[in-house]
């Protein structure tokens, strides 16, 4: 399905106690399947309930540049999406794109997989 010019990063964030998220999967995440080389997202997936906001995520991230396109996601989110977990999903897409940038730097193995470890909460 994905070639291998593609690698997995996950973004990994907090979200508020009375989400549904926090309450069935206990942290919100985001994966990422991204090309190695232009950093182009080709598929994101996420920990969420409702299949409308799995489909949307996807449709948003989709097509943008992990790397590169930050404040233009940011944006996205703000202007777009209304869901409790709005905070949580820029926190996981700042973990993931973190993770990303230390896989084109070299990084691998523990560093790059780990995911006892927050870069920020969103509580």
């Known amino acids: 399905m994905y070639g291998r010019d593609t690698i997995y990063i996950i973004g990994i964030a907090k979200s508020q106690q009375h989400n549904p998220i926090t309450q069935q999967y206990g942290r919100f995440l985001l994966g990422f399947v991204v090309n190695k ?62 993770r990303f940038r230390l896989f084109k730097k070299g990084v691998r193995g523990d560093v790059l997989t780990r995911q006892d470890e927050l870069s920020a909460s969103s509580n």
């Open 37 to 98: 080389d232009s950093g182009i997202i080709e598929s994101c997936g996420s920990t969420v309930v409702m299949k409308s906001t799995y489909d949307f995520l996807d449709d948003l991230f989709r097509g943008l540049n992990i790397d590169t396109d930050g404040e233009r996601i940011r944006s996205e989110l703000e202007n777009r999406y209304f869901g409790a977990s709005q905070k949580a999903i820029m926190v996981a897409f700042r973990d993931a794109q973190r």
